[in-house]
């Protein structure tokens, strides 16, 4: 196995770290809570059979993806039990009915009207949950707009062939929080207003609805989980900078680099350039402030490790400093610009895994140990 | 036809009217200045074979490409002169040397040591461009370093299998002029540059060499082009917002719109969510400055036409406010967002063509004009 262009390295002993860790405070906060919770990883993520292999071994049969394609590619993959978090697309009707006649499919909506649509258009059953919108303001109904949730829940319940499954929210505000405790307070009011919301239902007559929550950050964070039927995080499988720099996990828990080749070496200007740009890494950049002045940064350098999978830690006063679509300009001191040469590989720690490993999904490497 | 999931449309009109410009322009030039400019448009806009078949019916005959990759995709495609304008990176060079056996295939180094590496490791013959830096800083010899650039082109030229064609460099700091006259000074520059050094070499020996510069901005702008033998813009066949903010075209340029679902509408909050994220948009902004304010916009919607390769103008106090993976928030007017449905289209302009087309490279959608 050779590199010789922009790949994305899966460090697979990091991945099953990251899973094991997630399902043991599973397991934890079962115990503790005496309430079951399903693990319905998103594989948006990793967009991987093979990493979806892993988790297989782990004993993972739910899994949470973000689009009917993804949904369909692991369908042909083997998985049974298949969540499409986002809310319906009423356009992709016929294939999503179509999956619905070959796995347990799960699907999300917001308003009455794509209960209606739903059930004049499909000919298998179904699986629904209430989108709740608890403080992202992305999609979903505000928790408290009691008569449109009842509304929808009513719609759903005309339908034979909708089945009512739950609330599922995902709070990506806990991406705009400054700290952890920041992020713990997001996952405590987001479970309370879930259960505020079952707890109306409840009361109005829906029974056994579930609740499932889903961001990285405040799964990360809290010791125990409680108040939840199902988890649905899915970066935690990679993790990025983004996520160190929040607090939800540490440099060391990332298990992806894109292992990008050096093509210029510019030693006056204290700059390596590398193949690798917008194209592979993805534009999505981090904020630092530095000396009072805020820099963006599109990844952190580090040096390839003895074997294929491993590297080092962030090189020290370096990063990469911008990018265009094939090109990446890496910052850095003398001392380590000097001795770099056209060639070398540098390992970069993406900003956002998800959006390198979706433009890397046909390079990734899956290096294997030997011995 | 259907659109049923993010898709890039392609208005194959304005595709041919770009084209067509461009070519009047290097006509026009030519006859001017009595000297002949090749056209080599640069494909890592595209990618597509459909769209440099457009191409093809104009008369191109030699092409750009920004990797290895891209190169064997066009060579499979029938081209046959074909230069990779990124820095060679050596880990690629089988590659390489087998592409050199089938096409005439330029290369760009920017150090005497890769011009040694390629004398050794090719078996077949290629063309060497010397990649001058005139002002961009990402690669190339900075034009003012005679030395080095004497160094270089004495390396290619003590190696029987490397062809000297010339100095080659593209302004990208272009993008970082802030008028049109600010553009136009980048071109006068550059061609003033690369013809000192073209004239310095040529006191040194060096006979017959050519001058290729490359972004579409200066390319844009200019009503005549001189003291250049090639030209290599690329995003020029679809433009995008960035190129209409720096006056580079005028929004009725753009040829390219993604059509995108619409899956939720929040009147309340006056905004639009469609299916349509960074992994279809990419995460490229634009920075607009609205009453002291700076916002980021990562698109603009406007609605679809008559036929499905139509658009009407950019819906105006309204744009893409923010991306997740697969979703993008259109924050819109009262009127647009209560007359907007579930299963509505919108086409979103996008801030850089070449990202998205990169992103939506196997959903692309040629509409054919019927009658």
Redesign the interface.
């Known amino acids: 196995m ?4 922009p790949a994305l390295i899966v460090n697979k002993e990091r991945v099953k770290t990251n899973i094991d860790r997630m399902i043991a405070k599973i397991a934890k906060s079962c115990k503790n809570t005496g309430k079951n919770i399903r693990f319905r990883p998103h594989f ?1 993520t990793h967009q991987s059979a093979q990493v979806g292999e892993i988790f297989r071994a782990k004993g993972v049969t739910s899994i949470t993806v ?4 993804m949904a369909i590619y692991f369908a042909q993959n083997g998985w049974k039990d298949i969540t499409i978090a ?7 009707i016929e ?1 999503i009915d179509r999956l619905a006649g070959t796995v347990d499919l799960e699907l999300l909506i ?2 009455p ?2 209960a209606e649509f739903l059930h004049r258009k499909l000919n298998h059953s179904v699986q629904v949950w209430i989108k709740i919108d608890t403080g992202y ?3 979903g109904v505000e928790w408290d707009r009691k008569n449109l949730i009842f509304e929808i829940a009513s719609a759903i319940v005309q339908s034979s062939n909708l089945h009512f499954k739950g609330l599922l929210t995902h709070s ?1 505000h806990s991406y705009r929080a400054v700290s952890i405790n920041g992020i713990r307070d997001v996952y405590e009011d987001t479970v309370s207003k879930m259960n505020h919301v079952r707890d109306y239902l409840k009361e109005k007559g829906f029974q056994g609805l579930e609740i499932s929550i889903g961001d990285t950050p405040t799964l990360s964070v809290m010791e125990t989980l409680f108040g939840v039927d199902e988890i649905r995080c899915g970066n935690f499988v990679f993790y990025d900078l983004d996520q160190v720099k929040r607090g939800a996990c540490s440099e060391n828990d990332i298990a992806v680099a894109v292992a990008c ?1 050096v ?2 070496v510019y030693p006056h ?1 204290n700059e390596i ?1 590398i ?1 690798g740009g ?2 592979h890494l ?3 950049f981090l904020e630092y402030t530095v000396d009072k002045q805020t820099i963006r940064i599109f990844g952190l350098p580090t040096f390839p490790g003895q074997t294929l999978d491993e590297w080092g830690p962030a090189i020290p006063f370096s990063y990469v400093h911008s990018l ?4 990446g ?1 890496v910052k850095s001191y003398p001392e380590i610009v000097e001795k770099a040469r ?2 070398d ?1 540098l390992m970069i720690l993406p900003v956002h895994s ?2 390198t490993a ?2 890397l999904k046909d390079y990734f490497l899956f290096p294997v140990k030997k011995g």
């Open positions: 050779k590199i010789t262009r948006e973000s689009s009917v394609e986002v809310l319906v697309n009423p356009l992709e294939a917001d308003s009207g794509i303001h992305r999609t990506g080749p093509i210029g200007r350039v193949y917008g194209a993805s534009k999505e265009s679509q094939e090109h300009i056209v060639g590989i998800c959006l979706n433009l």
